[in-house]
Structure formats: structure tokens, C-alpha cells
């Protein structure tokens, strides 16, 4: 990875880091120690498809990595060689830092907003990962973000690379508010140990800042830039988050 790449860029205005690690990041750890958004399996089904597809040393950019805890995990007893992490909060690539360690890799942490920077990174030919990850990222994008987003990760993948994007992802013919609105019930059904006010904040986060696309849409992108496979590896028992897996 070439020092120039590792350069700040000016956070994108639409989605405040900061803000978003001292409000929100707790509740955060809260839901992901509940397994709420149901990491544990999805990571599973992770570290099987790496350990199946890469019996060789593999590279990996993980793209709005958070603190990387259940990518850590994913990872052990894998070939990972080296593994790049993205995202625009210090004290989480400082925790990915830290949580990386187990896996002995070679590793790589870019402070910065990951839309430009895939940009940037994909002018330089050299810049090439066998495998793209972005988990519970992409959804804060508009849809002409996500599909130039796609775009640029469809050109830093090496051949015989996958993109895997884990998501939140409504149901063909299911409008954006509905998807909301039956989330939210599942939140106040099975999300017990939240406070009312913690309530709030994950319905505030997801109302203004949650736009989930359908299967077919992120399939139609992937088709339109060439991917030669896509498949659906994994989907939760509520149908409201999936692993979708892109080949080069
Ligand atoms: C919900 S967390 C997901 C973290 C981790 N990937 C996971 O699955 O648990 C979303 C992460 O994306 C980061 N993020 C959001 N927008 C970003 C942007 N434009 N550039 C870089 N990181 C971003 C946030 O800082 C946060 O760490």
C-alpha cells in the first residue's frame, strides 16, 4: 500500500463521524453484544466463505470497518495476508487496530470518508485487494452514491476477487418508509433490553440516515458493472439484512 494514498480527505458533510462515535457508538457495542443485528451468524457464514474461497494468501479493504471486531474474528485461521481498514473515526480504527492484532497480518488503517477515498485509490492500478468488504455501511448512501461507490470497488478488486456487502436490504415492491416501519417493530419486539430513549436514538439514526435498496437493484448494479456472479450467501429469519457476494 503506497504512503500517498494515506492522505485525509474533507469528511463528507452528509454524515458526521464525530457525532456519530460519542451518540451513537455505544448503543452501538450494546446491539452488537445483544448479537441484535445478528453479527454472530452473519460473521460465521464469513469465515466460512474465506476460509472456502482464499487457500492462498489474500488481501482484504474493509470499507467503513468500525473497530473491526467481528471482521477480526472472521479472519483468524484464515490466509489473510494483509488487511486495509477505512473509516472516518479515529477511536474506531484505533479499536480495529487493536482488534486486527489477533490475526497477525500485515494491516493498514486510512482515516477518511471511504466514498472518495476508493475513488482515489482506484486511479492507482496498483492499488488491487483480493476481497472488498463493507458491512452495514452502504446503506447511509443515496442510490447514485452506491452505484459509483460499486463501481470503484468493481475496479480495485484483483481477478478472482469477491466484493461481499453485508446489509440491510427491504424486500422487492417493499417502499423505504415500510422497510423502516417493520424494522423499528422487530426492534421494539426483540430488542428488549434497550432504554425507551435508546429506542429513540435507533429510530432517529434510522429514519434520517437508513436508505436500504432491494436485492434485485444491487443485483442490477452488479450486472451493470461487469461482475460475472452474484449471490445471495446469507439472509436473517426477519428478512431484513443479507450477505450478498459479487465476483469479479
Ligand atoms: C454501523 S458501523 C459498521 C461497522 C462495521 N463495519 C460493522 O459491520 O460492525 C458504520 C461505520 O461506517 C463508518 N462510516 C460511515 N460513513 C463513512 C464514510 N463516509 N467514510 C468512512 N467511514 C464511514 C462509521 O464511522 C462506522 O464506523
Not at 473515526?89 to 486510512?110: D, Y
Not at 466484493?163 to 426492534?187: G, T
Amino acid at each position: 500500500m503506497p504512503d500517498s494514498i494515506k492522505v485525509e480527505i474533507n469528511q463528507n458533510e452528509s454524515f458526521l463521524p464525530k457525532k456519530f462515535f460519542n451518540e451513537q457508538w455505544q448503543l452501538y457495542q450494546k446491539v452488537l453484544n445483544k448479537n441484535y443485528m445478528g453479527h454472530h451468524e452473519i460473521y460465521v457464514v464469513l469465515h466460512e466463505l474465506l476460509l472456502n474461497y482464499f487457500q492462498k494468501p489474500f488481501t482484504m479493504l474493509d470499507i467503513g470497518c468500525g473497530d473491526a471486531s467481528f471482521t477480526s474474528q472472521a479472519l483468524l485461521n484464515t490466509q489473510i495476508a494483509e488487511y486495509t481498514g477505512i473509516d472516518l473515526s479515529n477511536p474506531a480504527l484505533k479499536g480495529a487496530e487493536k482488534n486486527l492484532a489477533v490475526t497477525k497480518c500485515k494491516t493498514n488503517f486510512i482515516k477518511g470518508d471511504c466514498w472518495e477515498l476508493t475513488s482515489e485509490l482506484a486511479k492507482n492500478k496498483e492499488n488491487k485487494f483480493n476481497v472488498i468488504l463493507i458491512s452495514f455501511a452502504l446503506h447511509h448512501l443515496q442510490i447514485e452514491e452506491k452505484d459509483n461507490l460499486i463501481k470503484q470497488v468493481k475496479k480495485l478488486l484483483i481477478p478472482g476477487g469477491i466484493f461481499i456487502l453485508i446489509d440491510i436490504v427491504r424486500k422487492e415492491e417493499e417502499s423505504r418508509d415500510n422497510y423502516v416501519k417493520r424494522y423499528l417493530e422487530n426492534v421494539e419486539k426483540y430488542w428488549s433490553l434497550l432504554t425507551p430513549q435508546e429506542y429513540s436514538m435507533v429510530e432517529n439514526h434510522m429514519s434520517s440516515s437508513d436508505f436500504p435498496e432491494t436485492q434485485q437493484t444491487l443485483q442490477t448494479i452488479s450486472e451493470k458493472y461487469g461482475f460475472s456472479d452474484f449471490k445471495c450467501v446469507y439472509r436473517d429469519s426477519l428478512d431484513t439484512t443479507q450477505m450478498l457476494s459479487f465476483y469479479q
